[in-house]
């Protein structure tokens, strides 16, 4: 059984940062492929970043340039760093493991000034 918890979000003004972190718990033994996603409402959820085993990086492209993603194994943690936000990146973000079917609670990132 893993838990994903993920924290960092609040409320940040166009062109702010913020670094997200994702600590994951449970009978992990070896890196897995991750990913952050976001939702905004009224909108279906998006996989933001994703990051390999091997630390192969993918981006939607819209945060391309301007999120990165990153991977701590010995400290059990996925990272987004978000730089230049906008108001269109306001959503909740989740991050998973590929493939699990189930979802925390998010953390909620709002870019408003």
């Known amino acids: 059984q893993v838990r994903l918890v993920e924290s960092g979000g609040g409320l940040v003004q166009p062109g702010g940062s913020l670094r997200l972190s994702c600590v994951v718990s449970?009978?992990?033994?070896?890196?897995?492929?991750m990913g952050w996603y976001r939702q905004a409402p009224g909108k279906q959820r998006e996989l933001v970043a994703g990051?390999?085993?091997?630390?192969?990086?993918r981006y939607l492209d819209s945060v391309k340039g301007r999120f990165t993603i990153s991977r701590d194994n010995a400290k059990k943690t996925v990272y987004l760093q978000m730089n230049s936000l906008k108001p269109e990146d306001t959503a909740v973000y989740y991050c998973?493991?590929?493939?699990?079917?189930?979802w925390g609670q998010g953390t909620q990132v709002t870019v408003s000034s």
């Open positions: 990051i390999t085993s091997g630390g192969s990086t």
């Open positions: 998973n493991l590929e493939g699990r079917t189930t």
């Open positions: 449970g009978s992990i033994f070896n890196p897995y492929a």
